[in-house]
């Protein structure tokens, strides 16, 4: 790069392999953007009005500047109209009265345009220069438009004589500037930096941080007007020299970046992109000709990143009442009414809706000998709602070769106003609309994206929305066969409608659960669809339930004999433990084979390596957790006294298996791992045996 920062840049040697080539490597229009010379250098571009102001090394006659050793002139900032009536016109100097015996930009502007922040040496007023001097560091200065001049330009109060502030970038608010520093402090080599505009004053620079800077080289910063951050780096993997990511905030804190695809980046140097708000077209620099130069883009399909998770609608629950009233069994029942038509007897009852609503629910006493409700216990309104996301439609598991529909018209997004549907089906395959259809080559599990882009707003920004699921493909047929459910309280009707089949599993060793669509039956009077994978939820009150019953019990356990038939019916209730939902109980089943298969040689703590035999195991449990992201997971060893003295080992054995989910998109605060001692005679083990456990956490 021949740029006047080139002596504070490193240059990788080594070229990484381009792993990021796919599908969507053509999915960009790209072009040398026609103000660019061949022979000149042009790079680091801006919005300014109804064009470009970028830094280049052509000659101009306006000012006498000082070259460099390799014969080219030093960087001024030029102009050029990309729209409107001037559109054609040559570029031409910004700005007189900002040029300066050295290198000039990049530049940012701010308020309307009429706050021009750009990067020059500290001290400029010496009329000779040492291009190979260093001591004269770099800053950053800020000038106000007063009419149709420049004003004298402002240092940036954290200029410094003792390390280079370059490269500014403007949020469109104004209210945070972020800039390229090699202060001490930072990851290595140059680093981001932000300060927040506090009462008319730029806070302290905070460095972003290790999910952006490395100890590498991060450069060419520009925050997009939708707010998210594209940057250079030389420091994460890419395709070689400089190549661009970007990143968006949520939370306060950076997601992980993403790398922009080619043909922007390629095995060259590639930096100073800029974008409008959606990221359809902007202009980046490259010295993939040799100079570098100014290149315009457009893209032909949206990029999404940092999706959400699919989330799975809930429309199955337990319902049952607190309050207890002693009942006449042989010439009274209790009975629900849902408010759908579904009516079902019982003080508890599991119960599926078809979608959202508002239903009246009901718990009557019903009299036996006449059908009608002798009193009515409980009544309200129950409001079932979707969660509001993007909601992607198709099967868990599929064949090779074999079509999938993918749909998008479960996606409830009420205040979006929605221009498309984009899908991304993880194996370089891109398509658009709100119902698809899709086939895959090979093997595997693949992550499908939704993304969704609304109509633009009244600044031309659109809103991005995507979210991800992951699913199954296999090349043999016989995978998906169904098997035998274990537990005969959890058998369901078998249907097959379509596409989709259903099948009874049997939780074994040897074998998984396949998650299938099933039926519930009501009592014969009618049968309600649900998943398998849909969380029966319990109403919070349970937890108070339990509570006044266990009051109650203490009181009522000395009158058994004066009132034996209350008082065994709440015992009764206090023993019995509530129904568990189908999804927890068969996941909890699931954990249990899953847990007996893992053994505790698989893992050799002290190297922190796992063996091959864990690997199958382990990538079943990674699949439970992320197709049910409520759901967190405690990991215990369980060690006998005889082996008491290995407790650091086992931590470090749960701790690899955490590493192993958390690397693979697990949240770590999912995640709980612990080292029980325990005597293992008691269990009817031997005494030396140690033991690892898989166990939701319920508290």
């Known amino acids: 790069m021949n740029r006047f920062f080139t002596t504070i840049l490193l240059v990788l040697s080594i070229l990484f392999s381009t792993f990021f080539a796919s599908g969507q490597a053509d999915n960009y229009e790209v072009k040398q953007a026609p103000f660019s010379s061949e022979k000149d250098d042009e790079y680091s571009s801006a919005y300014y009005k109804e064009g470009l102001v970028f830094c280049s090394n052509r000659r101009t006659d306006l000012f006498v500047t000082f070259s460099t050793p390799e014969d080219k002139e030093l960087f001024n900032m030029f102009y050029v109209p990309i729209q409107g009536d001037s559109l054609g016109k040559a570029p031409a100097i910004l700005s007189v009265e900002l040029m300066t015996n050295f290198n000039d930009g990049p530049a940012c502007f701010g308020a309307n345009d009429s706050i021009i922040l750009f990067s020059r040496n500290n001290e400029v007023n010496s009329k000779k220069r040492d291009t190979k001097d260093d001591r004269n560091k770099l800053g950053i200065f800020t000038s106000h438009l007063i009419g149709t001049v420049w004003n004298e330009p402002k240092a940036f109060e954290y200029n410094s004589k003792n390390h280079h502030i370059t490269m500014p970038s403007l949020s469109k608010d104004g209210s945070q500037l972020f800039f390229v520093s090699d202060m001490s402090g930072g990851f290595g080599g140059l680093d981001i930096y932000m300060c927040e505009k506090v009462n008319n004053t730029w806070s302290k620079p905070i460095n972003l941080g290790n999910e952006i800077n490395t100890k590498g080289n991060e450069s060419f910063p520009f925050i997009s007007a939708s707010g998210e951050l594209f940057f250079a780096s030389n420091g994460h993997k890419g395709l070689g020299g400089l190549d661009i990511f970007s990143s968006i905030k949520k939370n306060g804190k950076w997601q992980k970046i993403l790398p922009i695809k080619a043909p922007i980046n390629s095995e060259f140097d590639d930096f100073g992109l800029i974008t409008d708000c959606n990221f359809e077209s902007g202009y980046f620099s490259s010295n993939r000709k040799g100079n570098d130069d100014i290149y315009e883009f457009r893209t032909k399909f949206p990029q999404f990143s940092n999706c959400d998770t699919l989330k799975e609608n809930q429309y199955c629950f337990l319902f049952y009442d607190e309050y207890y009233t002693p009942l006449d069994t042989l010439n009274t029942y209790y009975e629900w009414v849902f408010g759908d038509g579904m009516k079902i007897k019982g003080k508890e009852a599991e119960h599926c809706y078809e979608g959202p609503g508002n239903y009246e629910v009901e718990l009557n006493i019903i009299d036996k000998r006449t059908g009608e409700v002798f009193l009515q216990q409980t009544k309200y309104e129950f409001e079932l709602l979707d969660f509001e996301q993007a909601y992607i439609s198709c099967v868990d598991e599929s064949l090779s070769m074999h079509p999938i529909k993918f749909e998008a018209s479960k996606t409830n997004l009420p205040t979006v106003d929605i221009a498309n549907y984009y899908w991304d089906f993880g194996d370089g395959f891109l398509d658009e609309g709100i119902d698809v259809n899709h086939y895959y080559n090979r093997e595997g599990d693949y992550k499908v994206i939704l993304g969704i882009l609304s109509e633009k707003d009244s600044l031309g920004c659109r809103k991005k929305i995507c979210v991800e699921k992951t699913i199954t493909i296999n090349d043999n047929p016989t995978a998906l066969i169904p098997m035998n459910l274990e537990d005969s309280n959890l058998q369901r009707n078998i249907s097959s409608t379509g596409e989709s089949f259903i099948g009874q599993q049997q939780i074994n060793e040897t074998s ?184 939701v956490i319920k508290e």
């Open 512 to 695: 998984f659960r396949k998650s299938k669509l099933v039926q519930l039956p009501s009592n014969g009077i009618s049968t309600m669809k649900a998943f398998s994978l849909v969380f029966f939820e319990s109403f919070e009150k349970e937890k108070q339930f339990a509570k006044e019953y266990e009051e109650m019990y203490e009181d009522f356990e000395h009158d058994l004999n004066s009132n034996p038939a209350k008082a065994l019916a709440l015992k009764s209730h206090l023993n019995s433990r509530r129904k568990s939902n189908a999804k927890m109980h068969l996941i909890e089943k699931e954990l249990q084979a899953l847990s007996s298969q893992f053994q505790c040689s698989y893992i050799e703590a002290e190297t922190q390596t796992m063996s091959d035999s864990a690997t199958p195991i382990l990538n079943r449990l990674l699949k439970i957790l992320l197709t049910n992201p409520l759901i967190e997971l405690k990991i215990g060893v369980h060690i006998s006294k005889a082996n008491s003295g290995n407790f650091d080992i086992a931590g470090k054995a749960t701790q690899l298996i955490a590493d192993y989910l958390v690397e693979r998109g697990v949240d770590t605060v999912r995640l709980r791992t612990a080292v029980y001692e325990t005597t293992f005679e008691e269990a009817g083990m031997k005494g030396d045996m140690n033991r690892l456990e898989f166990k």
